[in-house]
């Protein structure tokens, strides 16, 4: 019986002695990008790297928030194609993706916090995003469980209401992408660590991993939360990235109370009620920096008080699962995708924070292009490491301090 067994992403392949790429990191960026490098630059000869399973990261530990409403020119066309994409992957990887169009609603808790969400929704709306100001009546009405009382620590004004955002299942992403890759004929190697990179003369020539050596010409590091470790480790060089935890919890399953995503930078909360009714809910990162992925009763504790407030119909339901997992922070919130000038052959596509996820398919799509072609794609030049020496930061970091959308 266990013999017949196949997952989805095919039989457990035999590590080759070399490929045409090899992709460290099985979240969401990895998968994609290997899903997209084989089905449209018939780069099929593709192995990707994964130290534990698929989804051990960021890609399986999220809220599964996705939008496009963020907040510089040069995020939003990318954020616009990657919410795009999710019914049409859904048909294309023959897999169902739970995409849920219910929309979000970022508050707003004071009239700096209005004048901020205006200026944001203007740029959205010049990309052609959808995205509209509401006044606290119109958010109750949107979301009647939402407490517009002036009586609490941070009262609502109103909302950025974002209506084709939504949530979508993060696994079944990390297994549809898997599924359509190997389909195309990328082997997924669980199980597996990269332990180093070889450069000869200013190119990629190999990888090493735990289990021998791979000859190559491209790698991506696609390694999340160890993307800065691997780079400094593996190759000098240093990544102006963070690592930090994010926590989050859910509740035990309701009946539907909350139709949209809710979130809130005030109360540095997010709420949204999956299709099984639970209403899964994140907090701000750890503001120190660590490699663990543990849950504190400080974070539980101030979820709880946070959606008390907001939304008091949840008083007394119960956490049932909390969780933790490692978010790559840049200093301006907007990630690295890039090359290197002094090593041919080696990417980037890291430093994605709280943004990975709703970002992946369309990053996927764009380094799949810039690995099989060796030239940038014009999409993400904005997103170069040097960005950070030319003092050329972007303006995202905004978002989460107190104006409000950030997840
Ligand atoms: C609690 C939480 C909530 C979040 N909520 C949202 C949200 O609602 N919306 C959103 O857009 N984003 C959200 N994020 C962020 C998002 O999940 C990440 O940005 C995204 O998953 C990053 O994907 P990735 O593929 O770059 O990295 P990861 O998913 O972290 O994958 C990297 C992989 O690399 C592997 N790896 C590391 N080192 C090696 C090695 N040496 N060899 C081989 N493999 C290696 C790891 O095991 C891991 O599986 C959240 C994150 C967390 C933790």
New binding site residues.
Partial sequence: MFGKYKPLWGKPSKLDSAYDAVI???????LATAYFLARDHGLTNVAV????F?????????????RANQRTQENLPLYQEALALWPILTKELDYNLMFFNCGNLNLCHSEAAMSAARLQIASAQFNGIESHLLDSKQCKEMVPALNISEDITYPIFGAMYHPPGGIVRHDAVVWGLAKGAAKHGVHIHQQ????GINVENGKVVSVETDRGRINTPRVLN?????SAA?SYEMLGIKLPISVLN???MVTQPLKPILNHVVSSGAYHAYANQTLKGEIAT?AHMDPWPNYTTLSTAHYIKHQAQALSEMLPCLRGVRFMRH??????MTPDMAPIMDGNDHIDGYYM??G?????????AAAGKYMAQFMASGNCPPLLKPFSLRRYEQHRLMGEIATPVSYGPW?
């Avoid at 597996?192 to 332990?195: G, I, L």
């Fill in positions: 460290i990191g099985g979240g969401l960026h990895g790297i994964e130290k534990r698929i989804g051990f990261g960021g890609s399986g530990r999220n809220t599964a928030i996705v597996t660590a990269v332990t696609a390694a999340g939360g160890y691997i994010i926590q989050a994140g969780w933790s997992g490692l978010a790559d596509d890291c994605w924070g709280y943004f990975g996820f709703k970002s992946s997840n």
